[in-house]
């Protein structure tokens, strides 16, 4: 029902910016939540930032609030994830997900995933 892929990753250094997008295909995107969610090495997959159907409503970890910012652009079946004052301890692969259901945001409860987008910061 539900194709994502992740794009925007890269090497920054500590306390640059990075945008990841998500693009969705397939139909009814607006009928999705969709959340980030990232894998360090050696640790489990972890969420990063949701966001309901019309982009009304956000949710972050607290970790990431006031440096992240979710959005989504329904017409052009995109999410977005703005990461800025970036710090090592974000380097992780970074996955999309789509839900119908506005949470709980945990990996197991995603309907869709895509295959990740590496973030990589230096110190």
């Known amino acids: 029902q539900v194709q994502l892929v992740e794009s925007g990753g890269g090497l920054v250094q500590a306390g640059g910016s990075l945008r990841l997008s998500c693009a969705a295909s397939?139909?009814?995107?607006?009928?999705?939540?969709v959340a980030w969610f990232r894998q360090a090495p050696g640790k489990e997959r972890e969420f990063v930032a949701a966001i309901d159907w019309n982009g009304s409503s956000t949710y972050y970890r607290g970790s990431v609030k006031g440096r992240f910012t979710i959005s989504r652009d329904n017409a052009k079946n995109t999410v977005y994830l703005q990461m800025n004052s970036l710090k090592p301890e974000d380097t992780a692969v970074h996955y999309c997900a789509a839900v119908l259901r506005l949470g709980p945001w945990v990996a197991n409860n995603m309907d869709y995933w895509g295959k990740g987008t590496l973030v990589t910061v230096s110190s």
């Open positions: 397939g139909r009814t995107f607006s009928t999705y939540c």
